[in-house]
């Protein structure tokens, strides 16, 4: 399976936010929601801190282009 | 005509550089005015100066020649020149002195008709325009953050340079993927294409940028080449245009789904701001924490609620039985024979039980009569049944 994008993860963290802010889930499910919150967080956090930009270059598959 | 001063060193006349500079120029500007005829190269007009710059340009053999007009004459011309027209101008020879440079002082210009390369950019611009190509609708929103960024460029250090310290100053948490190609001269249009198609194939490259710095009408052409447009239309992920200067709009710009005047304008447009982001996470977190909280505290005032109606529950229910034998006492109350004889009844009695009927005693019996208070010992004196 490939990674999650920054993206997925932001856009899954924005999902449980709202739905907690909703307030109509049990409060089991509340707490299991907010601790995947919390670690989509730091994984989000992690990702932004630190980061070094990778450059590739692209070798082209007909050298004359 | 002032004198051209020159020093005498024997037999021999020695003019300084300037005032050489200036002899020539003043033979200059003794030839009649003349029209020249070239294409418009380097067109350099600034609001804050006071000449507009231009170099004509022969066609046929390369040969330039360096124009100045003034910009007010230029201004009230409203030609909007593009590079690469062919126009007439009018003017004298000249010799920048500072430089020795040979020019034309221009009193006008006037456009001769789109030169012929103008004309087909023009037809194929319609015709692809017509066909839908550059239609808002097909432009596509570029992602907020991507995973991997694919830059076409040329081998042209400052556009690649700029766009990369943007990229790396803004949002450093992704990769470039950097694709070279020959962008000018020929065969570009085919290198433009095999590499677009080579980022494209790149599954984690969610947006290219095709950085091109400025150049001159012919070195942008290749972007302005069909089946680079129709590649650029047709890419997988959005593409975003930062070819040449403001001024220039290659057909690309119109097909790209985002325009960049400069290549720091694209790399601002392609990544997001780290910290912009960060702090964007910073306040999801703490909505998530409120969020949270409330329902934390939501559910312990109901459980507080629903206690206190608990406890509550036993002393309701005497207070509701109480209230029922009062009821209950008030009607036994109101039954009561004794509160029947305190309206002014009274109970007979003769012998034994009750007295209900005339007709069971006879004269001379005796009666007990009971009153609400006290009674009565009484004997029958008359029967009327």
Known sequence: ?65 | MPKVEHTVYGDRKVFTVSAFNRGIGMHLGRLPPVWVEGEVTELRRNDAWANVFLTLKDPKTGACLSVTIARRTYDRLELVLVEGETVHVAGRAEIYELKGELGLRASTIERLGLGDHLVALERLKRALAAEGLFAPERKRPLPRVPREVGILTGADAAARGDLVATIRARFPATTLVVREARVQGKGAARAIVAALAELNARAEVDVVVLARGGGSFEDLLPFSDETVVRAVASSRVPVVSAVGHEQDTPLCDLAADARAATPTAAGALVVPDVRELALALEATRRRLRLALRSQVERDRSRLARQGDRLRAAPRLILERRRAALDRSGARLQTLSPLATLGRGYAIVRAGGGALRSAADVASGDALDIQLAAGSLGARVEDVRP
């Open chain 1, 1 to 65: 399976m490939t990674e999650r994008s920054f993206e997925e993860l932001q856009r899954e963290l924005d999902e449980i936010v709202t739905r907690l802010e909703r307030g109509d889930v049990p409060v089991d499910d509340a707490i299991a929601l907010f601790k995947r919150g919390e670690e989509l967080y730091k994984e989000c956090v992690a990702r932004l801190q630190g980061a070094e930009l990778q450059i590739e270059e692209l070798v082209p598959r007909d050298p004359a282009t």
